[in-house]
């Protein structure tokens, strides 16, 4: 293991378990924030430590770097990719299909504006709208990963807008003993060490510990001791990353309807399947991988380098949505 | 050297979930859950250095191994239970009294094993005895492995039989060098650990497992309304099932498909595998009545007929989607001029997963080296020889079929004296319970027989146990009613891999 203040090519990413959607998310978004910060430079790819449990991305860079200087260099690249973040003051993901359109060809219309572009295909369609009376004006069908329609006063929108741009959480802690972070620490924190989820910024309910069971709780539900905090930098960089995650609409029993990278929708419901794979993939290779047909099928993809893959389910709560822990599939 | 932890489920019931979000129970559970098992019994112990040690000595031993038996996963409904600790700050908080406190649901997913002992296994594990009993008091101190209503009795031993060494098989998840110490630092911060390291499946196993013609992917037929017929008439009702669908082909405009018409675009039967039709009673349990709670489609495998676009406009247009019940039904009725006892309209709900366990086709499809009819095998043709060598005729008659459905021919037994036979054992009653006997009793009156299709109403019909030299993967519908339901056979020895 890399000492935390020793430069190195190699950093494995002990924070990110391998079964959670929020920390895969945040793996793409340090890719992606790596690159769009000094892609040519550190060349940024990932992989999967398989061989040394428990099992975690580890990051290969072009130039050694500590891990300090891998949280500024990602917290610079998601300072730079949250300006893209920007919706107008809408709160939730249903634009009217012309809105919808007009947004997504005026991101096209110029190569300046590659990262809204991207951002902006990842979240919808004017193909995918949602059954309506009249399908001209008919709100968009959002990307399966949004999870928050305002239920509880949880709006996608918003929080994909504030969450990048909220560099650090508020002070952990009360008076004397409040302690500050860095965005950098903050990302750091995300990135390297067992999450704590100490923060109480908002989220995208992509953690599965966000999917809190009042019956299995050890201690009393009521008590806002156990009200569950955030891990902000995962959230941040999760927020990064889903931009990676393009969506394109999909006939499906009779409808159009939107399907992303590494989604699939079947009688179970939705679920997002990411493979675990042994050799250092760029961020466009790792695209390619959740793009692939073969995915979900066991074993099609060992020719790749792939050791096995990962589904998480999308579930009903009561009236919220989360995601399972991730398992592995075999048959 | 080897290592051998004994685990017996003292009340032959093993509570543990494989997740919050699932109904299934965790079984036969892995190394993971049983370290973390041990670790709970040292930590309440006082944390002992010595026994610290005979962890992470343990944790660092390689190639770990299971001998379970097969289990039966209990139904999980929702529970609706107290959550923990309410609040006692306020004056007055009746929440407080067992009748006013809130409740919140949950599942409490069981297995119930065949055999309440389990075997943890470490091929190349030679402990000192210090290290042995260090471990050994832990395990005497393991009172529950998951779920606390999973009580155990544990104990460590060196020696194991090597009839149950050649049983083990290699867990799915494992615990690695470093796990005690995730553990802890797990526990102190309040985090839920993370499951093992994953075991990449063998896939030799797998290679080693035989399987007939038709696939282990069926589409259920859910009975929600109507009167269902007996069992023993589960051919007519099949038959039925078919010619609906075959309907539907024709009110979707769609060609109907040899694959399920079971006939040749000239007309004469095909001898191609088809879609066969299978019912799915209440058997195989201690109170099953025979029942039949619902019927599968099951396609030939690798047809991949449950998702053609063709095969689905076909049974949408029969089954219409009911939005007050939130489900599709499929209206089976017969023919005007039905005789009134032979008459029925029933209704059945496609689905891939039934809430009902006789609707689950897992004990259908083992895989196992024995499977025993739950309804009769209808022989191919008629028999001729008489007293014994009729037996020795039915039984050449089975082997047969088990060719005509791609299956392994049944194991050979050599007795010590005479000569070898076939593992075919026919006879009027099955070995399954609940299901109903080949021919009724002498005095019995005639509408207690088998009903069946015109095209086969005057074969012979017999149960039967068979025994596959090698393991077979279901389902194994075997004879000339096989593709209405008859010769349909549940895994009695079910092995599961670990």
């Known amino acids: 293991m890399t000492a935390p203040d020793e430069p190195a090519t190699r950093h494995r990413l002990d924070g990110l378990e391998p079964d959670n959607l929020l920390a895969f998310l945040a793996l793409l978004g340090l890719l992606r924030a790596l690159e769009a910060e000094s892609r040519d430079s550190l060349r940024p790819r990932a992989a999967w430590d398989v061989e040394h449990p428990p099992l975690r991305p580890v990051l290969h860079l072009a130039r050694p770097l500590t891990q300090t200087e891998v949280a500024e260099a990602a917290a610079a690249g998601v300072a730079r990719l949250a300006a893209a973040h920007e919706f107008g003051g809408r709160a939730d993901l249903d634009h009217p299909r012309p809105d919808a359109r007009d947004l997504l060809k005026a991101a096209a219309a110029s190569p300046e504006t590659r990262q ?38 949880q709006h ?29 620490d903050c990302l750091a924190e995300a990135l390297f060490k067992p999450w704590h989820r100490d923060d109480p910024t908002f989220s995208f309910r992509w953690d599965p510990a966000e999917d809190v069971r009042y019956a299995l709780m050890p201690g009393d539900p009521t008590d806002p001791a156990y009200k569950g905090g955030t891990q902000h930098g995962a959230n941040r960089l999760a927020a990064i990353g889903i931009a990676a995650l393009t969506l394109a609409p999909e006939p499906r029993a009779g409808r159009v309807r939107p399907a ?28 390619a991988l959740l793009g692939h047909p073969g995915l979900r099928t066991p074993a099609a993809l060992a020719h790749l380098g792939v050791d096995h893959v990962l589904v998480a389910r999308r579930i009903s709560v009561g009236k919220f949505m989360n995601f399972t822990r991730a398992r592995a599939e075999e048959r | 050297m080897t290592l051998v932890l004994e685990i017996e489920f003292l009340a032959g019931v ?39 040690d005979a962890l992470r000595w343990l944790e660092t031993r390689p190639e770990q191994r299971i001998v379970a038996s097969g289990a039966l996963a209990r139904t999980a409904p929702v529970s609706f239970v107290p959550p923990n600790d309410p609040g006692t700050g306020r004056i007055g908080n009746r929440s407080v009294l067992p009748d ?48 606390s209503t999973s009580l155990t009795r544990c104990r460590f031993r060196r020696e194991v039989e090597p009839e149950v060494l050649a049983a083990a098989r290699p867990a799915q998840r494992r615990i690695y060098d470093g796990r005690l110490a995730e553990l ?68 979707a405009g769609k060609r109907i498909p040899e694959i399920v018409s079971g006939h040749a675009p000239d007309g004469t039967p095909t001898r191609a595998p088809h879609l066969a039709i299978v019912p799915l009673a209440f058997v ?215």
């Not at chain 2, 000192?128 to 008091?137: E, R, S, V």
């Not at chain 2, 080693?208 to 007996?230: A, E, K, Q, Y």
């Open chain 2, 100 to 147: 006013f406190r809130a409740r919140q649901p949950r599942r409490f997913p069981a297995a119930r094993p065949d055999d309440p002992t389990l075997r943890l296994i470490w091929t190349d594990a030679d402990p000192d005895d210090a290290t042995l009993a260090a471990l050994d008091a832990l395990a005497a101190d393991t009172a529950y492995v998951g779920h």
């Open chain 1, 260 to 287: 992303i990278l590494g989604g699939r929708s079947d009688a179970r419901g939705f679920s997002f399947a990411w493979p675990v794979w042994r050799e250092p993939a760029t961020l466009a290779a790792i695209r």
């Open chain 2, 14 to 52: 093993a509570f543990a979930a494989v997740g919050p979000d699932s109904d299934r129970p965790d079984w036969p559970p892995q190394p993971d859950r049983i370290f973390s098992a041990l670790v709970a019994a040292w930590a309440a112990r006082g944390q002992s250095a010595r026994e610290a």
């Open chain 1, 116 to 153: 809204r572009a991207d951002l902006l295909t990842a979240l919808m369609s004017d193909a995918a709208v949602k059954d309506a009376k009249d399908p001209a004006t008919a709100p968009v069908d959002p990307t399966p990963l949004c999870l928050l329609f305002g239920q509880g006063h």
């Open chain 2, 284 to 498: 195989g349990a201690p109170y099953a009545d025979g029942r039949v709670l619902g019927f599968a489609l099951v396609p030939p495998r690798g047809s991949g007929l449950l998702n053609d676009p063709g095969f689905l406009a076909a049974l949408r247009s029969k089954a219409e989607l009911i939005e007050e019940r939130g489900r599709r039904i499929l209206t089976i009725c017969t023919p005007k001029g039905t005789a009134n006892g032979h008459a029925f309209r029933i209704e059945l709900s496609p689905t891939l997963k039934a809430d009902r366990r006789s609707l689950d086709p897992a004990p259908y499809l083992g895989p196992a080296h024995t499977f025993a009819t739950v309804t009769p095998i209808v022989l191919d043709r008629h028999l001729k020889e008489k007293g014994a060598a009729r037996q020795n005729e039915i039984i050449a008659q089975i082997i047969i079929a088990c060719r005509n459905a791609g299956l392994p021919e049944p194991a050979t037994i050599t007795p010590d004296k005479g000569a070898p036979f076939a593992a075919v054992f026919p006879d009027k009653h099955s070995a399954i319970e609940g299901a109903v006997s080949a021919w009724p009793s002498g005095p019995a009156p005639a509408w207690t027989r088998w009903r069946l299709p015109k095209s086969l109403a005057s074969r012979p019909l017999i149960h039967a146990v068979i025994h596959f030299a090698e393991k077979v993967e279901g389902p194994v519908l075997l004879g000339a009613g096989r593709f209405f339901g008859l010769g349909l056979c549940r895994a009695i020895e079910p092995e599961r891999a670990p």
């Open chain 1, 156 to 184: 996608f929108l918003d929080r994909l807008a504030s969450v990048p741009r909220t560099e650090v959480p508020p002070p952990r802690g009360r008076g004397k003993k409040a302690v500050a972070v860095s965005a950098a």
């Open chain 2, 184 to 251: 802890t630092a797990a526990f102190a911060a309040g985090r839920r650990p993370a499951p093992g390291a994953r075991v990449p499946p063998a896939a030799e196993a797998a290679a080693m497992v035989r399987h007939g013609v038709f696939d282990s992917r069926w589409l259920l037929l859910d009975h929600v309304h109507g009167t269902m017929p007996d069992v023993r008439a589960a051919a007519i009702v099949a038959k039925t099932i078919r010619d609906a669908l075959l309907n539907g082909y024709s009110g």
